[in-house]
């Protein structure tokens, strides 16, 4: 039997790159929600478009919502530069919340992986939010397991830039003074 768990890769949406940047942004991911079709220990293959497979040989090492959810924690905190980020729930008062529900996560060996996720990043300050959905595929020619999950975790890393952009798009409005404010 083999054990996996998705691995931290951060990148930043369209070619941009972090800058080294630190805050002290305090941000919680999830709930994560996932198609009750991969909710489970097994990874889950795709055999045709109708059909799917339970690998009982190979299983995550841990539930993987919450291993989707922390990754993208890990992802954020390297992108933003910011120690303080956790998965839900947690004890402190998050600056933003990050939910995010996963409506495909498919992986067909030796062809391809996919991840459809939509995003939601709420500030606790003043209520925006800013959403999106990020829809990704990624060619796998190996037909092993492993190059699934490292796929999916690329993906991961994808999916976090977007998010990453999302908060600095909402913390960059939260900096503006309000129209009409004059110093």
């Known amino acids: 039997m083999r054990i996996y768990l998705t691995a931290v890769v951060h990148t930043e949406p369209h070619g941009k790159t972090g800058g080294g940047e630190t805050s002290t942004l305090t941000i919680t991911v999830g709930p994560v929600s996932l198609p009750a079709a991969v ?13 799917v497979a339970v690998d009982e040989f190979n299983r995550w090492a841990s539930p993987l919502k919450g291993d989707i959810a922390r990754v993208i924690a890990e992802n954020l905190s390297a992108l933003l530069g910011s ?18 529900d996963v409506t495909r996560f498919e992986s067909a060996p030796g062809e391809e992986a996919r991840l459809n ?9 003043d209520g925006q939010s800013q959403g999106g959905r990020t829809v990704l595929t990624e060619l796998v020619r190996e037909k092993t397991s492993s190059a699934l999950v490292a796929a999916h975790s690329r993906m991961s890393g ?26």
């Open 158 to 183: 994808v999916l976090s830039g977007d998010i990453a952009a999302a908060i600095r798009t909402l913390a960059a409005a939260g900096r503006k003074e309000p129209p009409g404010v004059v110093k």
């Open 39 to 51: 909710d489970r220990p097994q990874l889950v293959l795709s055999v045709t478009p109708n059909q």
């Open 83 to 100: 120690p303080y980020v956790s998965v839900f729930p947690q004890s402190v008062s998050p600056s933003y919340r990050v939910t995010i």
């Open 117 to 125: 996720a939509i995003w939601l990043v709420r500030s606790a300050a």
